[in-house]
């Protein structure tokens, strides 16, 4: 077993000398066989290692157990850090199941731990049994080819700090015979014999029936599976990266936009895992099947202001020919859609986090062309006090400049494909009752300015500073 390891450690890069290692110990055979075999291979390794327990606070013999874990620190010459994590209380803040709180958990804390002692790698003792538990268990509940891929030998877990399992190779029935040879007295959980949790089921009942109905080279014909399954997932993830760069850019306000008429132009396969890396890369949560197809549908939606929304808080939006997906903003508009205008001066918009810069000036003062749509000059010899600048309103009309008649503004900002989260965000610059300028579009008709005109209002929209 231990030259299984070396040679598994070896042919996947898992440790390089002069590493501090970071060993989880539960103080099962598993973890203990792993401790014990990292501590003899420390000097052929060059390695230093960091013993860490973590108590879950679920069961009544766990300080027992983060006592014994302890003294086999002690006596190895080790250090040793013992945590508590309130797995319960963990479970119900962020609405997991228990497995899932105490597995999120954990990697919380070793990851604190780690780079409290300057480790770059973080030890565990997953095997080769547990990955095939894990095939069985992901076929079960319908997962796909990242998921059948099983436990990665090695995973990043933040810049600099990896995941590792020396074990990766070794099976369980061989991590026993192991600790027998050296007179090991690991622990026994005994929540690891009830068909309580659907791991142990597998464990206990489905795999045992698997050997007795299809023959004992069950276990590595499986195995066998997830190596390439492994390998496949890893080819389609180079695939992805590179036609995700290809249809995807960040914009201003981080939102990650998705060219539709590119991305739909790939395989149906490749489109979901452009979206779900997508929702990655957005900050999205447990994203799953059904939310990547909400996604999908609203990327092919004949709707151009489609949306949907998905764990974390994150939105998916189009915008016409671009898929928009990001943080869902708060809305601030209705709190403040109408405030006055300074002139002379610069006007804060709340709903947009904008300014806009407002002053009256002569004819002669106009500077053509503009610097874009977000500047208008308006003939203001008509204009009375106070003006204002808000948001649009239900049934506002205006008669653009060139334009042969009045026309709602729904419509214009529909002919302007101006996405719909954005409308509400467009100022307006109020005279009374009518529309001097719709900000980023164009001035009213009445207030175009003629050789005859005295005054202009300068208006500009400048952004937060």
Same mark, same amino acid.
């Given at each position: ?8 450690? /070896? ?15 539960? +103080? ?21 290692? =960091? ?20 003294? *086999? ?9 013992? !945590? !508590? ?14 497995? &899932? ?6 990697? !919380? ?8 002692? +300057? ?7 997953? =095997? ?21 891929? +099983? ?65 004992? =080279? ?15 997932? $890893? ?6 990266? &590179? ?8 914009? %201003? ?22 979206? !779900?890396?997508?929702?990655?890369? %957005?900050?999205?949560?447990?994203? +799953? ?11 092919? $939606? ?30 601030? /508009? ?16 709340? *709903?947009?986090?904008? *300014? ?19 500047? /208008?000059?308006? /003939?203001? @010899? ?5 003006? =204002? ?34 409308? @509400?965000? #467009? ?9 001097? *300028? ?20 300068? #208006?500009?929209?400048?952004? @937060?500073?």
């Amino acid at each position: 077993m231990q030259e299984q390891v070396m040679r598994t450690i /070896a042919k996947r890069e898992l440790i390089l000398p002069g590493e501090t290692i970071v060993v989880a110990v539960s +103080g099962g055979p598993d973890s203990l066989s792993l401790l014990h075999l990292l501590h003899k291979l420390t000097p052929q390794l060059g390695i230093t290692l =960091h013993v860490v327990h973590i108590n879950h606070c679920l069961r009544p013999e766990a300080p027992a157990e983060a006592l014994a874990v302890k003294k *086999w620190a002690l006596q190895l010459g080790l250090p040793i850090t013992v !945590r !508590r994590l309130h797995v319960g209380a963990l479970q119900r803040k962020e609405q997991l199941s228990l497995q &899932d709180a105490a597995r999120q958990g954990r990697y !919380r804390v070793f990851l604190q731990i780690a780079q409290r002692v +300057g480790a770059t790698r973080i030890a565990t003792a997953h =095997h080769r049994d547990d990955r095939v538990e894990t095939l069985l268990l992901r076929l079960l509940s319908g997962s796909g080819l990242d998921g059948l891929k +099983g436990i990665p030998s090695k995973r990043a877990l933040a810049p600099g700090i990896e995941i590792i399992r020396p074990l990766y190779d070794v099976s369980r029935q061989e991590i026993e015979v192991y600790c027998h040879q050296q007179q090991l007295l690991p622990l026994q959980d005994p929540s690891n014999a009830k068909p309580t949790y659907l791991r142990n089921r597998v464990r206990l009942h489905l795999l045992p029936y698997l050997e007795k109905e299809f023959g004992l =080279h069950i276990r590595r014909s499986l195995t066998r599976t997830t190596n390439l399954l492994a390998e496949d997932s $890893s080819l389609l993830t180079h695939l992805t990266d &590179d036609a995700y760069s290809e249809v995807s850019s960040v914009s %201003a306000k981080g939102e990650i936009m998705i060219q539709l008429d590119s991305l739909l132009l790939k395989p149906a396969a490749l489109q979901a895992r452009i979206i !779900r890396q997508a929702l990655w890369h %957005a900050g999205a949560k447990r994203i +799953g099947l059904v939310h990547v197809r909400q996604v999908l549908a609203v990327a092919t $939606s004949k709707r151009p202001a489609a949306w949907c929304r998905v764990p974390g808080k994150i939105m998916a939006h189009r915008e016409y020919n671009y898929l928009s997906i990001g943080p869902i903003m708060s809305e601030e /508009a209705g709190e403040c859609s109408c405030v006055p205008l300074q002139v002379p001066g610069r006007t804060y918009l709340p *709903w947009s986090g904008q *300014w806009l810069e407002a002053n009256m000036i002569s004819y002669g003062e106009v500077s053509l062309p503009l610097s874009g749509k977000d500047e /208008a000059y308006c /003939a203001a @010899d008509n204009l009375r006090a106070p003006l =204002h600048v808000r948001t649009r309103q239900p049934g506002d009309r205006v008669q653009l400049f060139g334009s042969s008649g009045e026309r709602k503004v729904k419509k214009i900002f529909i002919d302007k494909k101006i996405p719909q989260c954005e409308r @509400d965000k #467009v100022p307006l610059v109020i005279c009374g009752e009518n529309i001097v *300028w719709l900000g980023g579009i164009d001035i009213a008709e009445q207030y175009r300015i003629t050789p005859t005109t005295r005054k202009v209002l300068h #208006v500009k929209v400048k952004a @937060d500073e």
